[in-house]
C-alpha cells in the first residue's frame, strides 16, 4: 500500500521495481535474439514430418537429387536449412483475382 506520508520511500521502491523490469526485459531480449543453428541436422523421421510427405516420398527426393543430405554412419541426415529452401523452390504463387 503507498504511504503518503512517506512519498520518497514509495518512489524508491517503485524505481527498483522498474529497474528490475527493465533488467528482466534486456535478459529475454537477449534470449530471443540468439540466432538458430546453421546446420541443425534431422532425421528421415523428423524431415519427412516437417515436409508432411512420406518416408518413399522423401527417399525418392534424396535419389533423384532434389533434396540434399549427409551420411551420418549408416543413417541419412539432412540439414534443415535444405528443407527449408525446397520448400521455398516448390511454392506456387497465387494468380490474381478477377474481384
Same mark, same amino acid.
Given at each position: 500500500?503507498?504511504?503518503?506520508?512517506?512519498?520518497?520511500?514509495?518512489?524508491?521502491?517503485?524505481?527498483?521495481?522498474? +529497474? !528490475?523490469?527493465?533488467?528482466?526485459?534486456?535478459?529475454?531480449?537477449? #534470449?530471443?535474439?540468439?540466432?538458430?543453428?546453421?546446420?541443425? @541436422? =534431422?532425421?528421415?523421421?523428423?524431415?519427412?514430418?516437417?515436409?508432411?510427405?512420406?518416408?518413399?516420398?522423401?527417399?525418392?527426393?534424396?535419389? +533423384? !537429387?532434389?533434396?540434399?543430405?549427409?551420411?551420418?554412419?549408416?543413417? #541419412?541426415?539432412?540439414?534443415?536449412?535444405d528443407l527449408d529452401? @525446397? =520448400?521455398?523452390?516448390?511454392?506456387?504463387?497465387?494468380?490474381?483475382?478477377?474481384?
Open positions: 500500500m503507498w504511504n503518503f506520508n512517506k512519498p520518497n520511500d514509495d518512489l524508491s521502491r517503485l524505481q527498483g521495481k522498474v +529497474e !528490475g523490469l527493465e533488467q528482466k526485459i534486456k535478459d529475454l531480449e537477449s #534470449r530471443l535474439a540468439r540466432p538458430r543453428p546453421q546446420k541443425r @541436422l =534431422l532425421g528421415t523421421k523428423e524431415a519427412c514430418m516437417y515436409l508432411n510427405v512420406s518416408r518413399m516420398t522423401l527417399y525418392r527426393y534424396m535419389n +533423384e !537429387g532434389i533434396l540434399a543430405y549427409n551420411m551420418v554412419g549408416k543413417q #541419412r541426415r539432412i540439414a534443415l536449412t529452401e @525446397l =520448400l521455398e523452390r516448390s511454392r506456387k504463387e497465387s494468380l490474381p483475382t478477377i474481384l
